[in-house]
């Protein structure tokens, strides 16, 4: 928990110990508010220095405790009495100090910090603030404008920018801990009143006043209705303008409307979330922490499209040699002038002067993927031309060749059996920009090995991703849901609402873009495409078939009509949206639209109505969840925790609503069952509006937690 150890006769030191990241938890609280209490009561220490174990300092609060009852002692009595000490308190910072842990270091007289350490308040992104002093502590030391930059983004800063502004007051290469005691021994006796940040007043200068105005203004048009970062603007005014004591005050009433929110429980469930879906298994045993990975050094990439470029650009930053290979010699002009265009970008952006292409082979043979360890293919979404592809990938690959494909929703296996490595075949369907998107769907087909499964995984964190694994089927996790939060939207618009009135809706509940900005934005052609090899449209309808009937329920063939237009998007200059030229990114409501959905309504009979916001989200979200209760029941995805992390990592899902599953349970369960009831018996034509059997099953057994639904599962099989 915390041990206590005498070094060079009059220092005392304090090692943090809660492994894996020495989290404040009650135990380790207690423990180190009595040692600290020895420490500084005891006449024969003249020094003290703090540090944690196994190279962290302290990763702050421990999160499991959150939305538990209140145990063991609290934060700011500990920091208050350290800091008023009259012996200097040293903090040896190793790893990281966060939160919690970094309060504790400002309540420290001094801080040395490894040159590797990273420090930061990252509350925020728990629906927190720092609420032990931090949000008064750090504006008194670095200034209300970096104060308020760091806290409200939760961004953490190395050790040397740390220095920079003020935060460190050395940085060491070598021994930490050892460099702190030194520190130490040297500064026994000095004044410590201007080390006492509570005792520092941050100048209010207009300018100040201007910056948090500003800040609350930046805060609120980017928080997408989150609530902690406008509260960390409001406790940083509070720091401004008040007295430390009455600062403190305001800190513990802001966290307190934050500490028990549905917000900070939705965020505090990602953390988890995020990190649960690293802990894959598969039916056969094999498991993320028995399955060893192959070593990858060299990647062949085969298409060069966006997604191809994207994927390249990523396989590159992350030091991996890449194959990149073209059919067409235009093609691979245009994708390698697009890759190093992105590179060199990235490059300045970081100050460097040299973008890392010397791992950058561009070739139009695919006889050069000899001698790579693993291939991902992101070629058309033409089953036959991956067909062929793989065949041949077979043949020129050594026999030990992960071939994996970036299809976003093509039967994985059929690729699979077409190779003579059926084992080593996995889909990594990566999402538009791939350099940028952190969400990584590893596709297991029934073939796919736990060797295989734990390469695509292990590549993706190399790549800075969120790997999921997900079992095959059309469209896989994340499209077979979108699929159905598309149709409702199409539906609503037959229905009266306009596209830009229903991306409002959806931007106000909290996602990055609006549906049809969405589609806007991707190429309505994509969908088109998709619906086209799936039969939905093109020459295998039976003639006689109803336009707004496919297969036995409702379509919508609005989008089809636009492409047919040549309104296909941003890229064209028209879709959803009007934009000033075709490659516009900038969408403006469309009065030809409007007009195109009055006359689309009249030609079949539609009479509009009035749409409420409410029913846009209802009808979008519950829609997403009631088929996330089928993907948990098929056994494509092996818990609802990874449902939700896909959608909040690849679809925009307001981070502070937690993903459609931990949203349909905060709703409650019941309600959610009871309005998909509602809407399925006004529009029985749509079958996935029908309650899916395992939600309802979840409402019998009294609306269990998210992390219990799989244990209602009836038939518990598994796809992955
Ligand atoms: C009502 C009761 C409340 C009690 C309050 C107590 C008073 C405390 C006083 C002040 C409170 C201040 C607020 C806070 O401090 S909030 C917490 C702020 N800190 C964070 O947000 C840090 C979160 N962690 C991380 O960013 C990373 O985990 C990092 C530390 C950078 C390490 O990253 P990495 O090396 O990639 O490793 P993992 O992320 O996989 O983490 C390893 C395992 O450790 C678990 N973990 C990490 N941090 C915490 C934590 N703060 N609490 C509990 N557990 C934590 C993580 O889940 C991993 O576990 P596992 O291996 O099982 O998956």
Not at 73 to 83: G, T, W, Y
Not at 604 to 632: D, K, Q, S
Not at 669 to 686: F, G, I, K, M, S
């Amino acid at each position: 928990m915390a041990r206590y150890s005498r070094t060079e006769g009059t220092i005392a030191l304090i090692t943090l110990s809660n492994p894996p990241v020495n989290a404040l938890g009650a135990a380790v609280r207690r423990t180190i508010t009595d040692i600290m209490h020895r420490a500084l009561t005891d006449g024969e220490v003249k020094a003290v220095v703090l540090c944690g174990e196994n190279g962290t300092f302290c990763a702050g609060a421990d999160i499991r405790e959150f939305g538990k009852p209140p145990s063991g002692p609290a934060l700011v009595p500990l920091i208050h009495d350290m800091e008023a000490s009259e012996k200097p308190v040293v903090a040896a910072i190793e790893g990281v100090a966060l939160g919690g842990g970094l309060e504790i270091a400002l309540g420290c007289h001094y801080r040395i910090a490894h040159a590797k350490a990273r420090l930061g308040f990252p509350e925020v992104m728990l629906g927190l603030i720092p609420g032990a002093g931090g949000s008064q502590r750090l504006p008194r030391l670095i200034g209300i404008p970096a104060a308020l930059e760091l806290i409200t983004t939760g961004r953490l800063v190395s050790a040397q920018e740390a220095l920079k502004l003020g935060i460190v007051d050395q940085v060491v290469d070598g021994n930490t801990i050892e460099t702190a005691v030194k520190f130490a021994l040297n500064v026994i006796g000095r004044p410590l009143l201007s080390r006492r940040l509570s005792e520092r007043t941050p100048a209010f200068s207009v300018d100040a006043a201007a910056v948090l105005e500003e800040g609350m203004a930046r805060v609120k048009q980017r928080a997408r209705g989150a609530f902690a970062p406008v509260v960390c603007v409001q406790a940083l005014r509070a720091a401004a303008t008040l007295p430390y004591s009455r600062g403190m005050e305001t800190e513990e009433q802001l966290i307190n409307t934050l500490i028990d929110s549905s917000q900070a429980r939705a965020l505090q469930y990602c953390f988890f979330a995020q990190r649960n879906a690293r802990k894959w298994s598969l039916p056969s045993g094999a498991r993320w922490n028995n399955s060893k990975p192959r070593a990858v050094h060299r990647v062949g990439v085969v298409g060069l499209g966006t997604m191809g470029r994207g994927i390249t650009v990523s396989l590159v930053k992350a030091g991996i040699s890449v194959v990149a290979v073209e059919m067409e010699e235009k093609q691979m002009d245009l994708g390698m002038r697009a890759v190093l265009g992105m590179l060199e970008r990235d490059a300045q952006r970081r100050g460097d002067t040299r973008p890392p292409t010397h791992l950058l082979t561009f070739t139009l043979s695919l006889q050069q993927l000899g001698n790579v360890d693993l291939v991902i293919e992101a070629v058309f979404e033409d089953m036959a031309l991956k067909k062929c592809l793989f065949t041949e990938l077979c043949n020129v690959c050594k026999p030990s060749t992960l071939l994996c494909t970036n299809t976003s929703g093509l039967d994985v296996d059929a690729l699979a059996v077409v190779t003579h490595r059926r084992s080593l075949v996995v889909g990594m369907h990566f999402f538009a920009p791939a350099n940028v998107m952190k969400l990584l769907e590893v596709v297991c087909g029934p073939h796919s090995s736990a060797e295989a499964v734990a390469t695509a995984m292990t590549l993706g964190k190399r790549l800075g991703k969120v790997g999921v694994v997900v079992g095959n089927c059309p469209g896989f996790v994340g499209n077979r849901m979108m699929k159905l939060y598309l149709d409702q939207a199409y539906f609503l618009l037959e229905e009266g609402a306009a596209p830009e009135q229903v991306d409002q809706v959806l931007e106000e509940f909290g996602f990055t873009m609006g549906i049809f900005k969405v589609s806007d934005l991707s190429g309505l052609d994509v969908g088109w495409r998709v619906r086209k090899a799936s039969g939905l449209i093109g020459p295998d309808v039976n003639p006689k078939t109803p336009s707004r009937w496919r297969q036995g329920c409702r379509y919508s063939p609005l989008p089809d009509l636009l492409c047919e237009q040549g309104h296909l998007g941003q890229k064209s200059g028209r879709g959803w949206y009007l934009y000033e030229t075709p490659g516009g990114k900038e969408p403006k409501p469309d009065p030809a639209m409007h007009r195109f959905l009055q006359e689309y309504r009249s030609r079949y009979g539609l009479t509009p109505r009035h749409v409420h916001a409410h029913e846009v989200i209802e009808r979008c979200t519950y829609a997403m969840a009631n088929e996330g209760f089928r993907i948990l029941e098929e056994g494509i995805a092996a818990r609802a925790e990874d449902i939700d992390v896909i959608y909040v990592f690849g679809y925009g899902w307001p981070r502070h609503r937690g993903g459609p599953m931990f949203h349909a349970a905060q709703v409650g369960l019941a309600t959610v069952l009871q309005r998909l009831e509602h809407y399925h018996q006004l529009h029985p034509d749509v079958p996935h509006l029908q309650p899916s059997p395992l939600l309802q099953r979840l409402v019998e057994a009294g609306s269990p937690p998210v992390h219990h639904w799989r244990e209602h599962v009836q038939h518990l099989h598994s796809y992955l």
